[in-house]
């Protein structure tokens, strides 16, 4: 009996998710909020503030998503996901769209059945250890006890690495990043790894960051990025193209001060008019306001503004752009034309 | 007017299905089952249908294929390259393991502090009553934190172990407790060790069917034998003889600390510690109460008779009111024991890779097949739960009140 409530209860959660498919769009404005899933906490990308509101790097991607949706970058319900929760969320519906350091993964892509819209940042998995232990690299790691989260590509990543350099190590597998911290800092492991932004970010909160160092290798490609339910493009489209024009903003000098007089047709640049909505019916094609783009950019504005504000080398967590910067400056962020 | 003799036999009536007490609890039952098996029904089609719009089906071949992670603690050969099924397996034995320490340690707990709790040392009563009250009225998640937490943060780290300075272990350097967890001294067995062991085999016989005898002996004469001396006396003399004529064929390995971390002994992870703590000592609270309240139903006069019959307090309580007493303490003891095993699936909150954190944790997440590995751990729990009961059951009839 016990066995079939639960069963009845689990297909009633899969039943809530029937109606989250399909038109997420609609769903959304008739709801009239976005929701958005985040982190549990990740200093710089997604934490709340001293009045409890969401901020961060991802924090803000999600809210120009609904600015660009709803003209209102607080019409939104931020859900807290830990990585094993993230994906179970996304599928039944309790999320529109997941915002958390997420890798795109094939078997993310196809077997689980997601959209990945692009990358918003461009990681790898790296190592942090105490400065004092000794350690110059990752292959010195011999029987280490190392934090990880689970439900990550960081543990499978980690279990590679390992076997391909012949040396053990023992996994404790740990659900969010503030337990992994705790452990951490309490000697329960030796070594604390998941992707360099976030360890960067997490030896940030530290009381001596300078205590501890992050290894050199990175040992993976952690192309980070927004995720969608497979089978909504329509829903899909819209992130994907809010994303890309805050990277087409940075590339066309579009900042959160500027973009109202870019707008007012001081500009002569095709394309920033097209993206403005100033020129054009794109914001149609996506089922959005003409300026819907114009609202986006307001939230934090352009991926550059967003970056230096959260993340940024004058930050705390000092991340500079590395691969993050635009193609034009020798990074690859490189949106596809607005067109 | 003709009389039969026979009370009048009444046709059976349709509206006696409504109105007759004797047929309504079938009609009532019919229809429940009937709900019941609808409801599931269609909870069953939904799921279906909804999987489906997904674009998800129900497929179990995950199991065979490789599951790329590790599991820190595996009492049977695994690694990276493994099947997500063995990784289950891993989880499942895991689960088995805690829970089986846990259920030995609960009861020791629970007996103790049960009897104490009825101990007319005022002190010690008091004592009791606060443990079980604190312990029954905390989530059992709570302790598990706690206690893990307790073990992180006040033990010393490994690296407190290092170096001339280090600090050392207890028992001339052989045991450490440290805040991964303890390295305690593990056996090694060399040839010879065989023979020790068979002696020990047969000892153990030997201490029980003296066991036997000393019983009867005792029906028959009255007269009672020192059993416990002598059964110490038969289990250790000749293993020790024998231990020592192969030569000292066992010895232990003691942990020392190399690169990161202790190498050699037994490691008992942090999480196996903190689990086993929390979970032996949270359901001990709740054996306690049970046995209190199982020697408590057993009547005074028990006692008073063993007493006018010239028994000792000891034996009064282990041969006249434990026996009765656990009549009334096995039935909500089997329930305590599933309460533990089922909890022990809690594990997944401070790491310990238990049933839920392989197949319904990281095999579920990377595999992304909810609907399939909840089924399969439903299943298990289902299975442990009905062996513990049957063997519990099994026991149960044994200690019976047996009428003849
Ligand atoms: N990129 C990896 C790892 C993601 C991950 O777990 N990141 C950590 C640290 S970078 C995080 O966001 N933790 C926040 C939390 O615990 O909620 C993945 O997608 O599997």
């Keep these: ?339 | 007017m003709s009389m039969t003799g026979q009370p009048p036999v009444e046709a059976f009536r349709v509206s006696q299905l409504l109105y007759d007490t004797r047929y309504r609890s079938y009609t009532i039952q019919v229809f429940a089952l009937a709900a019941i098996m609808l409801a599931f029904a269609w909870a069953v089609d939904n799921a279906v249908q909804n999987l489906e719009a997904l674009g998800k089906d129900i497929d179990f071949g995950f199991i065979f294929e490789t599951s790329a992670y590790d599991i820190n603690q595996h009492l049977i050969d695994y690694d990276s390259t493994s099947s997500h099924g063995r990784a289950a397996i891993v989880g499942i034995l895991n689960t088995i393991l805690v829970a089986v320490l846990g259920c030995i340690a609960a009861t020791a707990i629970g007996i103790l502090a049960g009897v104490l709790r009825l101990s007319g040392n005022w002190i010690v009563a008091r004592l009791m009553t606060v443990y079980i009250e604190a312990f029954r009225n905390i989530p059992v998640l709570i302790w598990i934190l706690f206690t893990v937490a307790i073990v992180n943060e006040v033990l010393p780290g490994v690296r407190s172990f290092r170096g001339p300075e280090g600090m050392s272990g207890l028992f001339f350097d052989s045991v450490f407790i440290t805040n991964r967890g303890f390295y305690i001294p593990a056996p090694i067995f060399e040839a010879g060790s065989a023979v020790v062991g068979a002696m020990l085999v047969l000892t153990i016989a030997a201490a029980w069917y003296f066991g036997r005898w000393a019983r009867v002996r005792q029906a028959a004469t009255g007269q009672i034998l020192p059993v416990f001396q002598i059964r110490l006396a038969i289990l250790v003399l000749p293993v020790l003889v024998a231990f020592f004529a192969m030569g000292s064929p066992i010895s232990l390995e003691i942990p020392a600390l190399k690169g990161f971390n202790f190498k050699g002994g037994i490691y008992m992870r942090d999480s196996l510690i903190g689990l086993w703590l929390a979970l032996s000592v949270y359901t001990g609270a709740f054996i306690a109460e049970i046995v209190r309240a199982g020697i408590l139903a057993v009547s005074k006069g028990q006692t008073e008779a063993a007493y006018a019959l010239g028994l000792r307090p000891g034996r009064t309580m282990s041969l006249v009111v434990l026996p009765q007493a656990l009549r009334v303490i096995v039935p909500p003891l089997i329930s305590q024991f599933l309460n533990l095993t089922k909890n022990s699936s809690l594990a997944i909150a401070v790491g310990y890779m238990d049933a839920t954190g392989t197949l319904g944790g990281i095999t579920l997440n990377q595999t992304g097949r909810e609907m399939e590995c909840i089924l399969l751990l439903m299943a298990f729990y289902l299975t442990a739960s009905l062996t513990i009961s049957a063997g519990m059951n099994a026991y149960n009839r044994r200690v019976r009140l047996k009428e003849r």
């Design chain 1, 1 to 339: 009996m016990k066995l079939k409530t639960t069963l009845v209860a689990a297909t009633a959660a899969v039943a809530v998710s029937a109606a989250a498919q399909g038109a997420t769009l609609d769903d959304v404005k008739a709801k009239g909020f976005i929701q958005c899933g985040v982190s549990t906490g990740l200093a710089g990308f997604a934490f709340t503030d001293s009045n409890g509101n969401w901020d961060g790097f991802d924090v803000t991607f999600c809210r120009a998503t609904a600015a660009a949706v709803l003209g209102d970058a607080n019409a939104i319900k931020f859900t807290p996901t830990t990585g094993k929760t993230r994906f179970t969320a996304l599928a039944s519906g309790e999320i529109d769209v997941l915002y958390r350091n997420t890798t795109w993964t094939l078997s993310r892509d196809v077997d689980l059945k997601f959209d990945f819209l692009g990358v918003n940042y461009y990681d790898g998995q790296g190592f942090m250890i105490r400065k004092d232990m000794g350690v110059a690299s990752a292959t010195d790691l011999n029987d280490a006890t190392v934090c990880i989260q689970t439900g990550t590509t960081t543990e499978l990543n980690l279990a590679d690495f390992f076997r391909a350099n012949n040396m053990n190590y023992d996994p404790v597998p740990i659900e969010t990043n503030a337990e992994a911290q705790q452990k951490y800092l309490a000697n329960a492991c030796d070594v604390y790894t998941t992707d360099a932004s976030g360890l960067a970010a997490t030896r940030a909160t530290f009381e001596n960051p300078g205590d501890h160092i992050v290894l050199p290798e990175i040992i993976s490609k952690e192309p980070l990025g927004p995720l969608v339910r497979h089978g909504d493009n329509a829903w899909g489209d819209i992130v994907r193209w809010v994303m890309n024009a805050l990277i087409i903003a940075e590339e066309k000098g579009i900042t959160a001060a500027n973009v109202d007089s870019m707008a007012s047709a001081s500009t002569k640049d095709p394309e920033v008019k097209r993206l403005l909505g100033v020129e054009g019916n794109y914001g149609e094609m996506l089922g959005l306001a003409p300026d819907w783009a114009i609202h986006a950019i307001k939230t934090g504005g352009n991926y550059g503004e967003i970056f230096e504000k959260y993340i940024g080398e004058n930050t705390a967590i000092g991340l500079s752009r590395g691969l993050n910067q635009l193609w034009t400056k020798g990074g690859i962020l490189y949106a596809p034309p607005f067109r």
